[in-house]
């Protein structure tokens, strides 16, 4: 799956930057998003994959830039996917307008604002978190060095970084979401101004693999860290082994589902693939 992953997004990639006709916005936006998930599995997978036949240890340092990446990469694809939604509109509601409105010197420090609040919540978060004292067998029940995870070994009051986890969740998911239901609520209720039926399908095939992605990660994440934690020991490892599902989830097979999302609804995709295909064999004949 990582593999999948790796050269799934690495092809969003390439051919985003290969193919003059997808020099625009959106794919811009999905590359991205492509090279995000592909630093976000690998800040955590490799390892876990070592640690399935080698060493199953992490030292602080490590566990403390494991949970910076972490957090600092999923911040920012809640507020990309969002900014993604915006582009959507404006190509959908504003078609004739959308050259200006989504010009370079617009979706450049869109997409830098999101990775710049990325790194801003994450170095807040992680900060807070690895300056807590921690005791005992410092036993991480998790696959990685997830926050939630992480805290729970904390031998202090913890409250400081609820409360600001709690204020994080509001701004970069629930605004985020927010802004994602009313960009769709404006895009389905206004009558479409694209004048080719042609120009109508690519935006909405793009509208629906898009919408088709926030689903899959936002309900991940919502389910992750929004659903309430039990009291009892029995719950509890239930809830436990729920959480490292979901994590793996959001973690694995969400960036491994982006691409083929993407792709096969997308002609224009398809065919920046087969082109690249084409002369990579005509250039290796």
Not at 42 to 64: A, D, Q, V
Not at 122 to 139: D, E, I, K, R, W
Request: glycine content about 4%; proline content about 4%.
């Amino acid at each position: 799956m990582y593999l999948v992953i790796l050269l799934g997004n690495g092809v969003i990639i390439i051919v985003s930057v290969y193919d003059s006709r997808l020099h625009t916005p959106m794919y811009f936006f999905l590359s991205n998003l492509s090279f995000l998930d592909i630093c976000y599995t690998s800040s955590s997978i490799p390892l876990f994959l070592s640690s399935l036949t080698s060493k199953k240890t992490i030292s602080f340092s490590e566990c403390g830039v494991q949970m910076f990446l972490s957090l600092a990469l999923g911040t920012t694809e809640c507020v990309l996917l969002s900014m993604m939604a915006f582009d959507r509109y404006v190509a959908i509601c504003f078609p004739l307008r959308y050259p200006i409105i989504m010009s370079k010197n617009s979706y450049v420090p869109m997409v830098a604002g999101s990775w710049i609040a990325g790194g801003v919540n994450s170095v807040l978060q992680t900060s807070f978190a690895m300056q807590l004292p921690f005791c005992g067998n410092n036993v991480i029940n998790h696959f990685t060095c997830e926050i939630l995870a992480v805290l729970k070994l904390a031998c202090a009051d913890i409250s400081i970084n609820v409360i600001c986890m709690a204020v994080a969740y509001m701004i970069f998911l629930v605004v985020p979401v927010l802004f994602i239901f009313v960009s769709y609520v404006l895009i389905m209720s206004t009558p479409s101004r694209i004048p080719s039926a042609e120009g109508r399908r690519k935006a909405f095939s793009t509208c629906s693999a898009h919408l088709t992605v926030v689903i899959i990660f936002y309900g991940t994440v919502f389910f992750m860290y929004a659903k309430p934690k039990a009291k009892d020991s029995a719950s509890a490892d239930k809830g436990y082994v729920t959480d490292k599902i979901i994590s793996l989830f959001y973690g694995v097979v969400t960036p491994m589902l982006n691409p083929l999302i993407y792709s096969l609804r997308n002609r224009d995709v398809k065919a920046a693939v087969k082109n690249m295909c084409q002369k990579c064999s005509s250039q290796g004949t």
